[in-house]
C-alpha cells in the first residue's frame, strides 16, 4: 500500500523521502492497512495575518488541498478488506493566533475556515473521513459542537483486539513533561488508559496547561522555530525502491534536536505498557514542526520509534543543500514500514 | 451599610472569578413545522425569486407555523415588516458573506454578533462550512454560503428566551 500512496502522492507533487523505517519490531504488520498522518497546518485568516504581521503562514494550501483529494481518491478506490485512514495531527486551526483571548469570541474557527474553503472541505469531507487530533493551537476547539468528535490521541491498530503498539499524539504533552512535570500525572492517566476519555475537568485542565505553556508568546516571528528545522539527507530519486533504512536518528549518531522528545516519548510509553497492559512500540507526533524518525534500541534488541511528521508551516533544510524550503510533510504506516515525505509543487 | 456593601461586592467579584467558563453559543434547528423547510432539498435559494419570496412571505404571515399557511394568518404585519428585508435578500449584491459578518448590512433586522454553530440533527455530521445564524427576535435566519456568496436560507422560529408576566 506504500506504493500505491507513493504513485498518488507524485501524481499531485514532486516527492523526496525525508525518513523511512522498515522493521518488524515497529509492531503495524498489516499489509492491508494504511495509516496517513497529515501533521501541523497552522491556518488563519487572510485578515488576521495581514493584521498580526505572522512571518510565517500555511505552506502550499494549494498543493495540500490536492493532496487531500488525491487522498480521497486513494481510500474510495481501496479494496473492501483494506483500510486506509488519514490522521491530521493537530494545530488544524491556529486559533491562537486568530484570537487572541479566545473567550471573547466565537466565531474565529469559522472566520479561518472561511478563508480556506476548498482545503477544509478536501481535508474535512465526509469521503475522506479524516479523524483530528486537538493541538495546542486549536484544543479550544473540544467546547464546541462540532468539533465533540476530535480526540486527544488514538491506538493502533484498531482493527482487532490486538494490543496497541502505536500511540498517536500531537505531541505538545512532552512540553508539559519539561515545564509542568508535576501538574501532569493525572493528565496522563486519561492520555494514555486506553478505553478512558477524559471529561470536562480533565479537558480543562489541559487547557489550563496550554494556557500556561503559551505564555505571552503571539507567534509572529516563528511557532517553533526561525531557523529551518535540520532534517538530514533528503532522498531524491524515488524510481528505485524505497530504502530499509534512510535518516534514521539514533543516539548514536544524531544530535540532540533530532532526538528531541525520544527519551520522554519513550519513558511514558514503557510506562503504559507497565500500566495499562499494552504494546507500544511506535509514537507518532506533530507539534516540532521538524520531520523525522527517531530510534531507541535497547541492549535487549527491542525498538522503539518516534515518528515526528513535520509540519506545513516553518521550514525546513536539508544535509547539502543551501536553501531551506518550505515545511509540506506526510507520514505513513503500514506492513511494518514507517515513511516520512517532502513534498513541493511540481 | 459600609461593611455590608463592601462584603456584596467582594461576594460579586468572587462569585465572576468562579465562574469564568462561557458557554459557546449554538442554534438548533427546529422541528419541521416550525422551519421554513421540510428537507434540505426544498431550502429556500438566494437570491430570491418572486416564487421563493411569495413561500417565505407565507410562513412568515403563518407566525412560522406551516400548518397554519394557506389557513390563518397569525401575523398580519409580517409582510409590511419584512418588506425591505427580502427586498434585499432578493438582490445579489447584498449577498455576499461579509454583509452579514463585517459591513453588517442587516443590522436593522439582525442587531446582534452572528452565531456560527448550528446543530441540524438532520444531517450525518455537523457542517464543515459553518453556516451563519442570526435573528430578528422572532425567528432564526440561517445563512448558508459559499465561496463568500449566501446562497441558501433557512428560516427557524426562535423560541423566546423570557415569557413575559
Redesign the interface.
Known sequence: MHDRLLTILQSVANIRLVASLRDERLGFPDKKDLRIFIPDIHLISEKRRKQGGFVFATNHTELLTSLALALTDLKTKKANDETIVVYQLGDFLDLWREAPGVDEQFDFASRIKDDHEDLVLALMGEKLKARFLLGNHDFDLYRWPDYSSWDRRYYLPDTSLQSPSTVLFHGDIFDWVEWFPDKIQDILVYLFAPHLSPNDYRLGQMQTLIRQSHGKRNYRTYIQDQRPATVGLIREDMTDNIPERWNVQTKDSSSPENLKFLESAYNYCIKANTDYQMNLKVAVIGHTHHARIAVHETDEGDLFTLIDCGAWIENCIADGESSSAPNAQIAALSANEARIYQLGPK | MKKVTFLLITILLLSNIGC???Q???VAVREAKFRSERTQSERIKLPLTTESRKRLIDFLKAGGDTSRVGSEIADPEAERHYAQLLNMLSDARNLS?QDL?EKQTFKDWFPD?????V?DARE???????PVAVTDGKYWWIFY????QLTELLVVKAIPHEIKR
Open positions: 469564568s467558563s462561557v459557546v453559543p449554538y458573506l459578518t454578533i452572528p452565531i456560527r454553530q446543530i450525518e455530521a455537523p457542517p464543515i462550512i459553518d454560503h459559499r465561496h463568500k
